[in-house]
């Protein structure tokens, strides 16, 4: 008898147990409810309020959780705590850069200084937007901005799109920066290939390019990656500046920017030019490892022939004192003395023509393609193959002629 009334109590409060815990769940769902419909029913937020619950976070990382809970989900656009909180980091990376401080007051700008800052494509592409300069404790170069979308009756809202868009470049940019930081040449190069279009940019040609990049962020590059500074960052475009980097001259300090931007087929293009590194070599006509002549010094027409024998033929104008002298695929052109007789001057000009056994330098000849050169000169293209360097007091500029298949048809050498 006495174990049937112990069972009996045992089932007693094994009920009002599962009683209770049915009621407190609940209570906890129609709180979780009345909570939700509170937030989907509030009235939206002045652009000036959500702007403070944003420099709210941005000031204090503990505040991420609240300011998002009172932003009414109308205003959210779908955009997710997570992300949410991946653009409140990144806001505050950006704030803290340049020792700016604390947000301590804001500037609402309007659609038409929007546009003016976001560019007309971009402002397109989003629609009516309208913003908010952050302004903090110490004086800022580079002004921080927030954007939000205008809608048609006024209210506005953060848009998922511009924010997701902004998250996944910043995102590509950070890895950009930490495979160079390591040196991981393979990675520099997948993180270039989908932005690098042109053909001529085999596999051989953007590995040359990471190399390249690599050495100049060791040995160039003295800013720590914290001090970098991000000074535009919207959807489809990253500027970043590097304060300081040494200078081509190895007595200086400048800084270096670095651009990324979305393609139309949605990869991103990395801008990171750096100067292209000339041999001093390309002063001397060659033949083989022979160097023959040097563009820029006095030779004789004596001087010519003992060094190449005699040319194919000679145009003389002694009115203006210039001299062409033509060997097989070659023209070259003196400025000087000239004479009927005799003349003697300055080699201004070396032009390497087709199927010609003269090179520039070690490595530059008629008849080699774009790829060619983006592996000797990685960084070729940006100046539009178009070259220019200083030896000694002279400034050198070296151009080349393509034809329709990239191929080299002729390169010239002036002075």
Sequence with gaps: MRKGVIRKGIALILCVVITVSFCACGLASDLRYSFAQRIATQENLPVQ?????????????????????????AQLDGLSYSYFYAYMDILREVSRQDNKGNVVSFRII?????????????????????????????????PVYIFFHENMDGSVCLSNSWITSVINIYNYGNHYFTMLDEGNADGVVTILTPGLTDSAYTSEAVYARAMKLCEFYRLRVMSNRSDYE????????????????????GASFEEHIVTLSMLNNGNYHIDDSIQVELDQNLVYLMRGDERLIRVGSDYSYADLVNLMGNPSSLNIDAGVGR??????????????????DSWSGTLTSVRVLSNSAYTIGYYLYSGMNRTQLLVAYPFIDDVNYDLSFINGTRLYDITFTFNEEGIVTNLKVSV
Excluded at 230 to 249: F, N, Q
């Design 323 to 340: 001299v062409m002298v033509i060997y097989p695929g070659l023209i070259m052109r003196f400025d000087g003395e000239v004479t009927a």
């Design 230 to 249: 991000i000074i535009r960052l919207v959807p489809g475009e990253m500027v970043v500046r590097i304060p300081e980097t040494v200078a081509e001259d």
């Design 49 to 73: 309020e959500l702007t403070r619950l944003i420099i709210s976070s941005i000031n204090d990382k503990r505040n991420t959780a609240d300011a998002f809970s009172m932003i009414p989900d």
């Design 110 to 142: 309007d659609s038409e200084e929007c546009q003016t800052i976001l560019g007309q494509d971009l402002f397109n592409k989003y629609g009516n937007t309208v913003g908010a300069e952050l302004l903090y404790s110490s004086d800022s170069v580079y």
